[in-house]
């Protein structure tokens, strides 16, 4: 299934007051991770007709602190594919050392909000 690695060099704008990442930049990290991901591998969820992709779910596990100048590896994974979710796992590393790990779970929907099956084409990107 689809996986990918990002290198980012942790900058200021990812400190907080207390000199190193804390929770929230932790979710920018995977974020932008994630949009990278899906740019990278032009999958485009904002352009499909009729179907909408909300986040259901976010957990991180907190393993080891990050610091400014820290040079980490955030890798993403799909670790399954439902018939209408699937989750994207991430975990980032410092000197091959696991720091964080998460998980998203993504569900597609229609206009109503009930969930409904993954398209196709989105299913055949995600599986590759």
Do not use: C, W
Not at 71 to 91: M, N, W
Request: hydrophobic share 40%.
């Amino acid at each position: 299934m689809l996986n990918d690695t990002l290198n980012i060099l942790i900058s200021e704008k990812y400190i907080g007051s207390s000199k190193r990442v804390n929770r929230t930049y932790y979710l920018d990290l995977f974020m932008e991770a994630q949009n990278i991901l899906f740019i990278k591998h032009k999958i485009d969820f904002d352009n499909i007709k009729d179907v909408h992709f909300v986040q259901r779910a976010f957990s991180i596990e907190f393993i080891k602190p990050l610091h400014l100048n820290d040079k980490v590896i955030i890798k993403s994974s799909i670790s399954k594919l439902g018939s209408s979710s699937f989750v994207l796992k991430q975990e980032i590393t410092n000197n091959n050392v696991i720091t964080t790990t998460a998980q998203t779970v993504y569900v597609s929907i229609n206009d109503l909000g009930d969930k409904i099956l993954l398209p196709d084409n989105i299913r055949a990107q995600l599986s590759e």
